[in-house]
């Protein structure tokens, strides 16, 4: 039932990994989006996707790469983790460039040791 | 994006209603006003969303004023489950897909 699912809630890695963290929707939206939620609890928008293009690609180190498959999945692979990629990262989705409004995930608690 | 001010907190008491104000006084006329609230550990939820007239919705009502500068969401009864942080938010009614988000208000409720 649930609308838009990430995988794992939890991740703690040491320094240098590469981790990835998965994301799907199951209402039918196009457009896909990753956020990070720091420590200081501010949400910024990473990336974004429109049928399985990429439409927003903010000031993110591009150790950062997302990747799409279909509409209703957005993945986020990260290389070589450092100890500021520990954060919450939050997928979400929306329909029409979110007009009606966006649906979030419960986030991905990472924390880089 | 256009800009939103917000207080950092309120409090309310449970059963009570909750008038959260918003102020955008560089609001454009394709903006959309957008709230959402997180609670805690949890990702951010949509509330509601106007653009001039008032809203109504199981969660809420959206009370926008006549020069568009400022908003007000209100939770006609408050619960425990309501405690949370508030953000209002701008969002271009143009081709901008981001949603742009501040620093919210921390929504207090006491039994």
């Known amino acids: 039932d649930t609308a838009v699912s990430q995988t794992p809630k939890y991740l703690v890695t040491q320094m240098g990994n590469d981790k990835s963290i998965k994301c799907e929707q199951n209402?039918?939206?196009?457009?896909m989006y990753w956020y990070k939620q720091d420590s200081k609890k501010f949400l910024k928008i990473m990336f974004s996707?429109?049928?399985?293009?990429?439409?927003i690609n903010e000031t993110v180190p591009n150790r950062f790469s997302p990747k799409s498959p279909d509409k209703a999945h957005l993945n986020l692979h990260i290389n070589s983790l450092e100890l500021g990629d520990s954060a919450v990262y939050f997928c979400?989705?929306?329909?029409?460039?979110?007009?009606?409004?966006?649906?979030f995930g419960s986030g991905t608690r990472l924390t880089v040791v | 994006d256009a800009k939103t001010t917000q207080p950092n907190s309120m409090e309310s008491n449970e059963e009570e209603p909750v008038h959260l104000p918003c102020n955008h006084s560089t609001i454009s006329g394709t903006d959309y006003i957008h709230w959402y609230r997180q609670l805690p550990s949890q990702g951010p939820e949509y509330v509601i969303h106007?653009?001039?007239s008032n809203v109504n919705n199981r969660m809420a009502s959206l009370a926008i004023a006549e020069d568009r500068k400022s908003s007000t969401l209100i939770l006609h009864r408050a619960t425990l489950r309501d405690a949370a942080v508030y953000y209002c938010i701008l969002r271009s009614g143009g081709s901008n897909y981001k949603l742009t988000f501040g620093k919210g208000t921390l929504l207090t409720v006491n039994p």
């Open positions: 209402l039918g939206h196009d457009t």
């Open positions: 106007g653009l001039t």
């Open positions: 979400a989705s929306s329909q029409d460039r979110g007009r009606d409004g966006y649906t």
């Open positions: 996707y429109n049928n399985k293009e990429l439409i």
